[in-house]
């Protein structure tokens, strides 16, 4: 059994920065990628980010260059650095990951806007 606890997200003005962190239970959390994933109103749950357990990182297109996916295996914890966060960003953000099953967080909302 896995446990994921977002937190970190926020009302942020356009242009600015948010830090996400998913806090992992379990000695598994090493072995495993972990990922993040958003869901805007009205819309799906789409994919951001993932790591992988060799340190490897994946985006999605429309967010390269502006989100840094990072983890901490001693802290059991893997972080989402947003930048330069428009208006589009806005939704709930989930952690994941992925061993016998699916395993998501809470989720925690994060709303740019002026």
């Known amino acids: 059994q896995v446990q994921l606890v977002e937190s970190g997200g926020g009302l942020v003005q356009p242009g600015g920065s948010l830090r996400l962190s998913c806090a992992a239970s379990?000695?598994?959390?090493?072995?495993?990628?972990m990922g993040w994933f958003r869901q805007a109103p009205g819309k799906e749950r789409e994919f951001v980010a993932t790591i992988i357990s060799g340190g490897s990182t994946y985006y999605a297109d429309s967010v390269k260059g502006r989100f840094t996916i990072s983890r901490d295996n001693a802290k059991n914890t893997v972080y989402l650095q947003m930048n330069s966060l428009k208006p589009e960003d806005t939704g709930v953000y989930y952690c994941h990951t992925q061993t016998d099953r699916d395993y998501w967080g809470q989720g925690t909302q994060v709303t740019v806007s002026s």
């Open positions: 379990g000695s598994i959390f090493s072995s495993y990628a």
